[in-house]
């Protein structure tokens, strides 16, 4: 597809995003970056426990100003 062209049906559209993302991806050549340590050695994610009650209660401390998407959640769990 020309570089400018309109598109309008779902289709095109995916070939289009499909053509781009195609163009920028790079084949995993399996080689991870250095990150330096952020947290203790000793600290990981293996005791991280998420409940309906635990996030029913951060949700209920979110500010209401905050837009919200359609789901009726605020913008901010979709920015992070």
Do not use: C
């Amino acid at each position: 597809m020309d570089s400018g062209s309109f598109v309008f049906n779902d289709v095109s559209k995916a070939e289009v995003f499909n053509s781009y993302f195609n163009s920028v991806n790079v084949d995993d050549d399996g080689t991870l970056p250095d990150f330096p340590h952020r947290v203790k050695a000793n600290v990981n994610l293996d005791a991280v426990e998420f409940t309906t009650e635990k996030i029913r209660k951060v949700i209920k401390k979110l500010k209401p100003k905050l837009t919200r998407d359609p789901g009726g959640f605020h913008l901010i769990w979709s920015s992070s």
